[in-house]
């Protein structure tokens, strides 16, 4: 069980980081292609169901669509109060990155802009407080999903509990703390991207291969959410198999429980029309097998069981250490994935 303390955070909980934590760009940008987009016809998170067509409707960072234009975005930021950082030494490309208050608490957001078009397509928040304790990050993790969801609609827990991700047809939001690699403060934030503005910057990105790949658009909206963090919970509850401990891991998932019996014990997730099951078999106070069915994609389920560090020869059954997981495919569709 040692070896599953170690294994890589699923790549896709990443977001913020991957987008974010590159060296800020410095040098000399080309000249900004036209797209025949009209930044005055932007509107942020407007009702999906209010539009035929939502090619304007646009996910947004404290009600400024993403995927207008950086200077537009900035000064729309700087009417908010929001500071522009000016960094020491010459520069010859701007960094589009400032400071000022968002939740509650005093924060970094940094804006992705492609370089073709100049517009805005990511938006990185990173609160400037370092956290003492893993107990108070956790503290500050809870308020900002609230918040989020307040916003944004109900999403799901990722990365083992450290991350919450709020998939909508307008675009994502990933929130994420995070240990300091040497020492044991805490450090948190949250990213958003516009599903369309991210599509066409997808496309203009040197490194594909370490990013997330778009989702299908049509009619100006994203795929709907259909993958969570299956195999992070299942290996969570492969390390609390009692049946208090697995119980608290799924309540901790937002899962809800369904009465459990002397040889099972269910439970369930539902967003929108994206649909999981648990069952848990016990024995007594132990759990002996767990079996996820879900409305999921099983080449992301596969992927993930590869960033978790699984292995296969088939991409059927799974091993490591001491686990062995068997992803298959029922009579409706659904993902499988079963643990023993």
């Known amino acids: 069980m040692l070896a599953v303390g170690f294994m890589a955070q699923p790549a896709d909980a990443q977001f913020f980081k991957k987008l974010f934590k590159k060296k800020a760009k410095t040098e000399k940008k080309a000249s900004a292609k036209s797209d025949g987009i009209d930044d005055d016809a932007q509107v942020a998170l407007a009702d999906i169901m209010t539009y035929a067509d939502n090619r304007n409707n646009r996910n947004a960072f404290l009600q400024i669509p993403v995927g207008i234009k950086a200077d537009r975005f900035e000064k729309q930021l700087l009417q908010q109060g929001f500071t522009e950082r000016k960094h020491e030494g010459k520069q010859t490309a701007k960094s589009y990155i400032y400071e000022g208050e968002v939740y509650g608490a005093k924060s970094v957001i940094t804006l992705a802009v492609s370089d073709q078009t100049t517009r805005v397509y990511a938006v990185d928040v990173a609160d400037q407080t370092v956290y003492p304790s893993e107990q108070a990050v956790k503290q500050r993790f809870a308020m ?18 450290e991350g919450y991700t709020i998939q909508t047809r307008l675009g994502t939001v990933n929130l994420h703390y995070e240990r300091g690699s040497l020492s044991s403060s805490y450090t948190i934030g949250f990213a958003l991207d516009d599903a369309k503005a991210y599509q066409m910057a997808y496309q203009e990105m040197d490194d594909k291969e370490h990013e997330t790949s778009p989702r299908t658009i049509a009619d100006g909206l994203a795929a709907a959410c259909n993958h969570t963090d299956l195999i992070g919970l299942a290996v969570k509850l492969w390390q609390n198999r009692t049946l208090k401990g697995a119980q608290n891991v799924l309540l901790s998932y937002d899962y809800t429980l369904g ?82």
């Open 259 to 340: 009465k459990a019996t002397a040889k099972a014990v269910p439970a369930s997730l539902t967003i929108d029309d994206y649909q999981v099951g648990v069952s848990l078999a016990r024995r007594k106070q132990s759990i002996t097998m767990i079996t996820i069915t879900a409305t999921d994609d099983m080449a992301a389920v596969c992927k993930d069981l590869q960033t978790y560090g699984f292995t296969s020869a088939d991409q059927k059954t799974w091993r490591q250490s001491q686990m062995s997981v068997v992803v298959s495919v029922d009579k409706q569709g659904r993902v499988v994935v079963t643990l023993r």
């Open 144 to 161: 900002l999903k609230d918040e989020l969801v307040k916003v944004y609609g109900r999403g799901f827990v990722d990365n083992q509990g």
